[in-house]
């Protein structure tokens, strides 16, 4: 149980190009969701939290109209990516926080997308 | 701020070897510590936590004790196995869902 997806789990596209990548709750549902990006050899650093129903809470430095993030459903996340660039290749990751548990180790988390901007 | 350091990787062991990867943490209040492993492949899962100084936590043969004094939350394990190779991310929790991590080190088991 508690198994998070996420599509796809590789992607390549041009500069300027949007990028859809989901995440999705299997088997439970999920009031929040969050997104994670990671550079090569450093740590996963928070980009946003994800509300069912409601506008995501972005973290410090983290641009909202790059990064778009709908939260329509209690077992779907998406976040696009929009007019990439070279500079936001890196791999996503989501994880996802069953209803009601509000603790930091009930996340579960997807296997990644790894985004390569040309 | 917040921080997690981990030692980076890859650690090469071979298999019954004694694991220690290093984790220190600055915090500014009291943080929850956690160890999460990434297999090839699959998302990060939480293998264990401690919650206050001097606590211990343990799972599947590993165990991390919780140093209020030195700031630490080192992994270990007596012998390792082949199944053990995967990324292992140390993190912390103040209060809220949000979780600091550190980089992850890789840990390598051979036969």
């Known amino acids: 149980g508690a198994v998070v997806s996420q599509h796809p789990s590789w992607v390549i596209c041009k500069s300027g190009t949007s990028v859809k990548i989901e995440c999705r709750s299997l088997?439970?549902?999920?009031?929040?969701m969050f997104w994670y990006r990671q550079f090569p050899k450093q740590s996963l650093m928070l980009m946003a939290t994800?509300?069912?129903?409601?506008?995501?809470?972005?973290e410090q430095g983290v641009e909202k109209d790059k990064f778009l993030i709908n939260h329509a459903s209690l077992t779907l996340s998406t976040l696009t990516v929009t007019s990439a660039h070279p500079e936001d290749s890196s791999f996503y990751i989501c994880s996802a926080d069953p209803m009601g548990q509000g603790a930091s180790d009930t996340q579960y988390f997807g296997p990644g997308t790894r985004l390569t901007v040309l | 701020g917040d921080s997690v350091t981990q030692m980076e990787g890859p650690v090469t062991l071979s298999e019954e070897a004694f694991l220690t990867i290093n984790c220190t943490y600055t915090?500014?209040?009291?943080?929850?510590l956690f160890w999460y492993v990434q297999y090839p492949g699959e998302g990060l899962q939480l293998l264990l936590k401690a919650t206050k100084a001097d606590d211990k936590g343990s799972n599947k043969g590993f165990e991390a004790t919780y140093r209020k004094e030195t700031t630490s939350f080192h992994l270990e394990k007596g012998s390792v196995q082949v199944s053990d190779s995967a990324v292992y991310f140390c993190a912390l929790s103040i209060n809220t869902d949000k979780l600091i991590f550190g980089t992850g080190t890789r840990l390598q088991v051979f036969p």
């Open positions: 915090a500014t209040g009291y943080p929850s």
């Open positions: 088997d439970f549902q999920a009031t929040t």
């Open positions: 994800s509300n069912e129903g409601s506008k995501a809470t972005y």
